[in-house]
Every structure is written in C-alpha cells, then in structure tokens.
C-alpha cells in the first residue's frame, strides 16, 4: 500500500497537466500514488495525464469536491495530499510528509507562494499563510494533506460548489488544529493577472464573507465563474 496518495481534479488543464505530473514521477517511482480525477474535460487532459499517472478517472459531473472524493475513495495511501494541477509541489516535500507521517500528525498544509512577480502577490500570498496560521483554515491552493482514517471520519469534502477546501477545514479544525508547514508551494497567479490584482483580492475576500454568513455556495459559485469568463 501507497504510503501518500497524491489526488488532483482537473477540467481543461491540458496546458499543464503533463508538466505538473512529471515532476511527481520520481515520488511516484519510490511509491507515491498519483491519481488525477477528471470532471469532463474537453481538451485531451485524461489522455495526457493516463502514461503519467496511477490511475485516471472520471467524475459523473464536475466539481473539485466531487471529484476529490472520488479520488479518496480509490485511493490506497494513509496520508492524502490535494493537489490543484497548476501548483508545484517544494522540492524536499516527501520528507517532509515523512517526518510529519513519522509524527503522526492529522492534517496540515504547506504555506503558499504566486508563481507572478507583481508586488501585490507578495501581500497576498503573507497574508493567506498568516491567516491560515491564525484560523487553521487551509485553502487548496496550500496542498491539504490529512491521514485518511481523519478525512473519511469527518466525512471528506461537503458536496458544494465552491469553498469546499474551507468547509473541509472546519470539519478537520474541529478534531485539531492543522500543521502549518513553512516549506513553500507555487501555484499559479494566473487568475490575479487575468481579472486584475485589486478586483480579485477584493473579490476573493468578499465571497469568503459571504460563505462565512451563509451564502449558499452553488450562487458563489455563479459568481465566481462569471468573474472569471469575463
């Protein structure tokens, strides 16, 4: 049996699905599971992802909590790691999640870095890892990891549209606080530089707020797609 299981939902992500998975092939030669989770995409991502990958499969219906779950029910290893397919994981993170395996430790996740140069990532970027620290709220975008046995307890991702990686987090905070590791992921800043540093961060901050008062997360979700189609 896998010791890590690594799970990444994807949708059109053709552009870099076959660089994200090359880089998790020497994990996965030492044993690492890697399972990618396909919510109907329409640009080649399955066929691109199969020779890189343990096993690729296909969610009935889109959906990172859908599709995540999926991949968790499949999935072999005792620790699951989440992985969005535009974020890279640090360099040393197997022994890290070695000695936090080691330690025993329930969940965590890793503190995050834009992949953009703009000086208002950097803002973004302290301020996401400092409040995670305070709140131990994770968001997706830092790599949740959770010992199996804790994820399927509490009962995985809610099935909801948007927020499921907070909603997660308030299930597994409720059992422990999470380890916040300062090893540094890199996911992309594709959506700031698209839509605009300001609007976005704005954006952001007021759907959380939003999901924080009861919101229901399908409407947040219309939202957030409008904003970024536009």
Not at 36 to 62: E, I, M, Y
Not at 68 to 86: C, R
Not at 92 to 102: A, C, I, N, Q
Not at 116 to 125: A, D, S, T, Y
Request: glycine fraction near 8%.
């Amino acid at each position: 049996m896998a010791q890590f299981s690594i799970i990444i939902p994807v949708l059109n992500e053709a552009s870099v699905i076959r660089q994200t998975l090359q880089r998790l092939q020497p994990p996965r030669r030492r044993g690492v599971e890697v399972i990618v989770v396909d919510g109907g995409s329409g640009d080649g991502t399955p066929k691109l992802a199969k020779p890189l990958a343990d096993h690729v499969l296909r969610s009935a219906s889109k959906g990172r909590a859908r599709q995540m779950n999926l991949g968790a029910q499949g999935a072999g290893g005792e620790y699951l790691l989440f992985l969005h397919a535009d974020t890279q994981l640090p360099d040393r993170w197997l022994s890290r999640l070695t000695d936090v395996y080691e330690r025993s430790a329930a969940w965590g996740r890793f503190d995050v870095r834009l992949s953009g140069r703009h000086w208002l990532l950097r803002l973004v970027e302290t301020m996401m890892n400092r409040r995670s620290r305070v709140t131990g709220i994770a968001t997706g975008d830092q790599v949740i990891f959770v010992r199996r046995e804790l994820f399927e307890r509490v009962g995985g991702f809610p099935d909801i549209a948007l927020m499921e990686d907070i909603a997660l987090s308030r299930r597994l905070r409720s059992c422990g606080a999470p380890l916040c590791l300062r090893d540094k992921v890199v996911t992309s800043s594709r959506r700031w530089e698209k839509n605009g540093m300001i609007k976005t961060i704005l954006l952001m901050w007021w759907l959380r707020l939003r999901f924080y008062f009861g919101t229901d997360p399908d409407r947040l979700a219309r939202i957030y797609s409008t904003d970024d189609s536009q």
